[in-house]
T-cell receptor, first 115, second 111 residues
């Protein structure tokens, strides 16, 4: 079974630009979560989507947004990039059955560098 | 606010030298505590889920245990290939699928 895939793997952007990252979950998984990982803050939760709806949101500014499509694939967008947005962006998918503690399986991440 | 503290931040062990990593947490209505392993430049790899105090799970040289406020990852006779950053992540109660990660313990096993 194929794992979580993320594209692109690497991105270099300049301040003020916007960027879109893509995530394809494991087949059959309906929930997609996004995390930002930096050396200083570690892994921080951005948001989670289930059935095309944002179900949970972390403590990030509105410049960070996402969406999920009917095939469970997800995208996240960061507008007006800042230097501090440089990070590894990780996507995780899970089956997400109500009432269970679903395991989240992570993709390899997209390394974003903002110059 | 959910809090997760992992200690030590870094640990160097000789091959075969057993030790434990600690994860202390404050999460309301815990619905599982997850352990992951992360190699440099890669996404976290799932290891274990623990659901209730007293539960233990094992995988090769790793054993994870859970109490009401802490979880431990015991590494028995580690090998160099066990070198990685180990992350713990408790999940809060019903209605939220968010994981709150600790900053991890970077383990180095020296041959």
């Amino acid at each position: 079974k194929a794992g979580v895939t993320q594209t692109p793997r690497y991105l270099i952007k300049t301040r003020g630009q916007q960027v879109t990252l893509s995530c394809s979950p494991i087949s059959g998984h309906r929930s997609v979560s996004w995390y930002q990982q930096t050396p200083g803050q570690g892994l921080q939760f951005l948001f989670e989507y289930f059935s095309e709806t944002q179900r949970n949101k972390g403590n990030f500014p509105g410049r960070f947004s996402g969406r999920q499509f009917s095939n469970s694939r997800s995208e996240m967008n960061v507008s007006t990039l800042e230097l501090g947005d440089s990070a590894l962006y990780l996507c995780a998918s899970s089956l997400s059955s109500r009432g269970s503690t679903d395991t989240q399986y992570f993709g390899p991440g997209t390394r974003l560098t903002v110059l | 606010e959910d809090q997760v503290t992992q200690s030590p931040e870094a640990l160097r062990l000789q091959e075969g030298e057993s030790s434990s990593l600690n994860c202390s947490y404050t999460v309301s209505g815990l619905r599982g505590l997850f352990w992951y392993r992360q190699d440099p430049g890669k996404g976290p790899e799932f290891l274990f889920t623990l659901y209730s105090a007293g539960e233990e799970k094992e995988k090769e040289r790793l054993k994870a245990t859970l109490t009401k406020k802490e979880s431990f990852l015991h590494i028995t006779a580690p090998k160099p290939e066990d070198s990685a950053t180990y992350l713990c992540a408790p999940r809060r109660g019903a209605g939220s699928y968010q994981l709150t990660f600790g900053k991890g313990t970077k383990l180095s096993v020296i041959p």
